[in-house]
């Protein structure tokens, strides 16, 4: 799916940015709690054979690739703000793991200006619905992709690692 950011390339200067920011002011990095959101990696079977395609989508503010994530929601669990975020940001829906496969770390450009360091725990969602309409539509690019061209595509080192080396939990849910 295509967005209004057809053709463009994802950039760098915003990240450059946030690191020169926290040079200059290294006690952000330091006392600043790490702040907790909760992301989804989705994730369906390839038809053909047992391997999977994750879902990888870009970023509204810089057009980077990343997986749907955002902050806590009042009276939801984490996974199931996980899975919120999954639907709003890529209309995709299915069966999210109550337990994270992992976490990483990223620094976050705020509104206000601020960085912030942020901790993502990420739930396994194996998508069985995905819809062409839904909250940000129009604002992202989606792509499904191997395990390996995800990896590749996102910035965070530790979110390369959990994509390269995901294995869903589970056995597959029945295919129709």
């Not at 209004?4 to 600043?32: D, F, M, V, Y």
């Not at 955002?70 to 939801?76: F, I, L």
């Not at 999954?86 to 992992?102: D, N, S």
Request: charged share 35%; net charge positive; glycine share 6%.
């Amino acid at each position: 799916m295509k967005s209004r950011k057809e053709g463009r390339e994802p950039s760098t200067p915003k990240s450059n940015h946030l690191l020169q920011q926290l040079a200059r002011t290294p006690e952000k990095l330091i006392s600043s709690a790490f702040r907790n959101q909760y992301g989804a990696l989705c994730f369906r079977y390839k038809n053909d054979s047992d391997g999977v395609e994750i879902l990888v989508i870009t970023s509204r503010d810089s057009g980077r690739w990343v997986v749907p994530k955002g902050w806590p929601m009042k009276g939801k669990e984490p996974h199931e703000a996980a899975a919120t975020e999954a639907w709003e940001e890529a209309g995709v829906r299915g069966k999210v793991k109550k337990t994270p496969i992992g976490r990483y770390t990223y620094l976050k450009d705020l509104d206000d200006g601020n960085v912030v360091p942020c901790v993502v725990e990420i739930f396994q969602v194996e998508v069985k619905e995905v819809r062409m309409e839904f909250k940000e539509r129009g604002q992202r690019i989606l792509d499904w992709v191997s395990p390996d061209e995800a990896a590749r595509r996102v910035r965070e080192i530790e979110l390369k690692s959990l994509l390269v080396n995901f294995k869903p939990s589970e056995k597959p849910l029945q295919r129709k």
